[in-house]
């Protein structure tokens, strides 16, 4: 059984390899399985642990595919705006560019570090919306997902990477992301998809004449063909082909690293050649390889890559016989790991010693290597399996925690349905209480000018009635006096016309004296008067002339009646076409002219009297002046 501080190691190394919190998983598993043991110190660290788990957990980044459609979002914003990238300030640049330069230095002295000054880059990035940077974040991140072996987590960073290079048109990033794709899709042992990417990216170094970019190309493509047995199932000479491959490429490899003075890059090409010579078994030319190569690292004190090519020197030393240098071989890059903490992968180390040591006969030391060999392999495997087990451990509270969100989401969007249902029938209301007030409101309107409008016809009514009642009356007065008139005219009249006719026969045929002639002669006089009298106010009670010949003949004969020997003088002038109206409207007309000459006559000292009339078809006008 692993220690607990162990255990709370592979805890930590769960929450920063997955991203998650799992500070609640900490705590109950050492609750449960430690507190009774533990001292007041111990129970101290697990706190500090606990809280500890919290803060790192709170600097991972989001998953890959989060931040992919996160990424989405901004390049369809930038292109709904039809404009491109805006430019990231200068303090957020330098900013950016340090964060990744860290990133970068801890890659090689601690991957959480390196994966924490990451993440920073890919939120501050984030927020100025600045793709280049968004982009090299990415890839820096995929990158730690490949040194933890979380390849489809490196895939998804570098497409994600790829797609913001593809909107911004930069051709040698793409290059370099395609040679980073072929990597990962490498060591997932997918060779036909590693092939393609490689060869993509080889293409455009070629057409640019990127010799970094053809060394690094060349050597991944090297690689690749020396391990293609891994990927496929391939016979003996499928091998070779694979092997006479990739020795042609790493060669390429490494004239293009010289041609660069990239010494660095010709010493890991001379490793990778150095080991597909040995799958060749020439390990004498291997050896030369070799040599070059951990010369230049001895020189440039590069410990890691110093302990790498010893391992494979004391490899072609054992297949080249020798085996005490082999052993030496061995012993150094043991040493120079003890010595710089590079214990990853010690164990096949061990395992070879003890094959060299088995070949040379020195079993009982070829048995301690091997115990060596199965201790740690086995520690690491248990390490892998307790690891295995709080993951699965993590992720059932994961999915508990999931679905309790679910749950809890489920319920929310119930009371959010329930406040819309709830909302939506109380704007029903209010609208149908709206528009029945309005209707009412309405209605009143209507029901208001209906009383108005039977107000105003009543009083028209009443005034046609009015209207009616005096043309009644007016009607009434006219026959009266067309009665009058008559009887004037033709009773009284007629009877007057007789006796001065008798007077007349009488006066010639009868004796009368001078003294009673002139009596006889006045009394003639007088009845003459008499009955033009009679006439002229028959006449006035009814004209006989403007029934017979209309308006203006009347008016002339009216004036002439009426008009006295000396003054005022009265005159008629008629305009338009003499036309002939309604016995009512011409009556009308004609006993207005009527009252204005008999007021005028009477009332106003005037010297003249100008009467005009005005007929038109639609129109008769009436004016009088003094």
């Given at each position: 059984m692993l220690k607990l501080h162990n255990y709370l190691i592979i805890l930590v190394k769960i929450s920063l390899k997955k991203g998650m919190d799992i500070s609640d998983t900490i705590f109950r598993f050492a609750l449960h399985n430690c507190l009774m043991k533990l001292s007041l110190n111990r129970f101290a660290l697990i706190v500090l642990l606990i809280f500890g788990s919290r803060f790192l957990s709170g600097t991972i980044a989001q998953t890959p595919d989060t931040l992919n459609k996160k990424i989405e979002k901004i390049l369809q914003d930038i292109s709904a705006r039809g404009r491109g990238e805006n430019p990231a300030r200068d303090a957020d640049t330098v900013k950016i560019s340090q964060l990744l330069s860290k990133a970068s230095y801890f890659k090689s002295v601690n991957y959480d570090s390196s994966l924490s000054y990451t993440m920073k880059a890919v939120r501050l990035?984030?927020?100025?919306?600045s793709l280049r940077h968004i982009s090299m974040a990415e890839q820096n991140l995929g990158d730690y997902y490949l040194s933890k072996e979380r390849f489809r987590d490196a895939l998804e960073c570098y497409i994600g990477s790829l797609r913001i290079e593809e909107s911004r048109k930069d051709i040698s990033r793409m290059a370099w992301i395609y040679v980073l794709m072929g990597r990962a899709y490498y060591y997932m042992e997918m060779f036909p998809q590693a092939l393609d990417y490689d060869h993509r990216a080889l293409e455009i170094f070629i057409s640019r004449n990127d010799i970094a970019g053809l060394a690094k190309t060349y050597q991944q493509l090297g690689n690749l063909?020396?391990?293609?047995?891994?990927?496929?199932?391939?016979?003996?000479?499928?091998?070779?082909t694979d092997f006479l491959t990739a020795i042609d490429y790493l060669k390429k490899s490494m004239r293009q690293y010289s041609l660069a003075e990239n010494e660095a890059g010709t010493a890991e090409a001379g490793i990778d050649l150095a080991s597909v010579y040995n799958k060749m078994k020439k390990p004498d030319t291997a050896l030369i390889y070799l040599q070059r190569s951990l010369n230049y690292y001895r020189r440039t004190n590069?410990?890691?890559?110093t302990v790498n090519a010893l391992y494979v020197l004391g490899k072609t030393y054992r297949r080249l016989g020798e085996y005490d240098r082999s052993l030496d071989a061995f012993k150094e890059s043991e040493m120079i790991s003890?010595?710089?903490?590079?214990?990853q992968g010690i164990q096949f180390l061990y395992e070879a010693m003890g094959t060299t040591m088995a070949d040379m006969g020195?079993?009982?030391s070829a048995y301690e290597q091997y115990i060596k060999y199965m201790t740690i392999r086995d520690s690491v495997y248990n390490s892998e399996k307790s690891l295995q087990f709080m993951e699965l451990e993590a992720r059932y509270q994961n999915e508990v925690k999931q679905n309790q969100i679910l749950k809890l989401t489920s319920e929310k969007r119930g009371r959010n349905n329930l406040?819309?249902?709830?909302?939506?029938?109380?704007?029903?209301?209010?609208?149908f209480a709206y528009y029945y007030i309005r209707l009412l409101k309405q209605n009143k309107i209507i029901a208001d000018q209906k009383i108005v409008i039977r107000e105003n016809k009543i009083a028209e009514l009443e005034k046609e009635r009015s209207y009616l009642a005096a043309k009644s009356v007016l009607e009434g007065e006219e026959a009266e006096r067309s009665r009058l008139a008559g009887d004037l005219h033709n009773g009284l009249g007629g009877l007057l016309s007789g006796i001065k006719l008798n007077l007349s026969s009488m006066k010639e045929n009868s004796v009368i004296t001078h003294e009673n002639m002139s009596a006889f002669n006045h009394a003639l006089s007088l009845l003459d008067t008499s009955?033009?009298?009679?006439?002229?106010?028959?006449?006035?009670?009814?004209?006989?002339?403007l029934n017979h010949y209309g308006l203006k003949t009347a008016l002339e004969d009216f004036c002439t009646q009426v008009a006295p020997a000396d003054k005022p003088a009265i005159t008629v002038s008629f305009f338009g076409d003499e036309i002939r109206y309604t016995r009512?409207?011409?009556?009308?007309?004609?006993?207005?002219?009527?009252e204005l000459v008999n007021n005028s006559l009477k009332h106003a000292s005037a010297t003249t009297v100008n009467i005009q009339v005005f007929s038109e078809p639609q129109r008769l006008s009436v004016c009088s002046g003094n």
């Open positions: 990035s984030m927020k100025a919306a063909n020396s391990s293609r047995e891994f990927c496929e199932k391939r016979n003996a000479t499928e091998k070779l590069n410990p890691g890559a003890r010595a710089n903490g590079l214990n020195d079993y009982k406040i819309y249902l709830l909302a939506g029938i109380i704007v029903l209301l209010a609208s009955i033009s009298e009679l006439r002229r106010i028959a006449h006035n009670l009814m004209p006989e002339t009512e409207l011409e009556l009308t007309v004609y006993r207005i002219i009527q």
